[in-house]
């Protein structure tokens, strides 16, 4: 389509952060810890998905993708998210485990951002997950060959019928196309926003297992 030569206008709205502010006292329990009570601030705040992470994945061709996924899981050992091995993330994942991934709570003003590797986690984990999530959802994990292109949505709403037709009366088994990634962290940002666009950015860095050190970053 020819260009008009029209530019859409954007509101130059300027919102000024004063939630709080993030000192290297307050991350002494270290990254994980502090991800942890990020967390529980989210929720304490009724944010909408607070567990909601963007994640950010590289295919074959250098090209970088990110989407919305779901923290499930995390510890010291990592993060735990979800989803279909063959899909665009998992085929990503098995050419280039590397990722990125943040989290957003404008309501706290506040970011994370975590860089690692993937990798999948065991088959009893995954198994023990998918037992907890609604049978619906349990269901649309067989029905869905996710990033692959449809026809139309009723070809999506007769493979959900022909698996519920399948696994009538009985427990819906995880597919075996189906399952976890953890990402084990090398580091983590952790922002807060502060006036005049003076924000606080602290980071956590670490090589292999070592210690991890403290960072203040100018925003």
């Not at 919102?15 to 601030?41: C, H, K, M, Q």
């Not at 709403?157 to 084990?184: C, D, M, N, T």
Request: hydrophobic fraction near 35%.
């Amino acid at each position: 389509m020819a260009r008009t030569g029209v530019t859409e206008s954007i509101p130059q709205t300027r919102i000024a952060y004063l939630r709080g502010s993030l000192e290297e006292s307050d991350l002494a329990d270290g990254p994980v810890a502090t991800l942890r009570r990020w967390l529980a601030d989210a929720e304490g705040e009724k944010v909408h998905e607070p567990y909601a992470m963007t994640l950010a994945t590289v295919g074959k061709d250098g090209a970088p993708t990110t989407r919305i996924v779901l923290l499930r899981e995390f510890d010291e050992s990592g993060l735990v998210f979800f989803t279909n091995y063959e899909s665009k993330k998992g085929l990503d994942l098995a050419h280039e485990p590397r990722v990125a991934a943040s989290f957003f709570w404008p309501e706290l003003e506040r970011q994370v951002r975590v860089i690692g590797r993937a990798s999948k986690v065991s088959r009893e984990t995954t198994v023990a997950y998918f037992a907890t999530r609604p049978r619906e959802s349990q269901l649309g994990a067989w029905a869905s060959p996710q990033s692959r292109g449809l026809i139309a949505r009723g070809e999506l709403e007769s493979r959900l019928a022909e698996f519920e037709r399948k696994f009538a009366g009985q427990e819906v088994p995880a597919p075996g196309h189906w399952g976890g990634y953890r990402i084990v962290p090398v580091g983590f940002e952790f922002w807060q926003g502060r006036q005049s666009r003076l924000h606080d950015r602290l980071t956590f860095n670490r090589e292999a297992d070592g210690p991890w050190r403290l960072t203040r970053l100018a925003p």
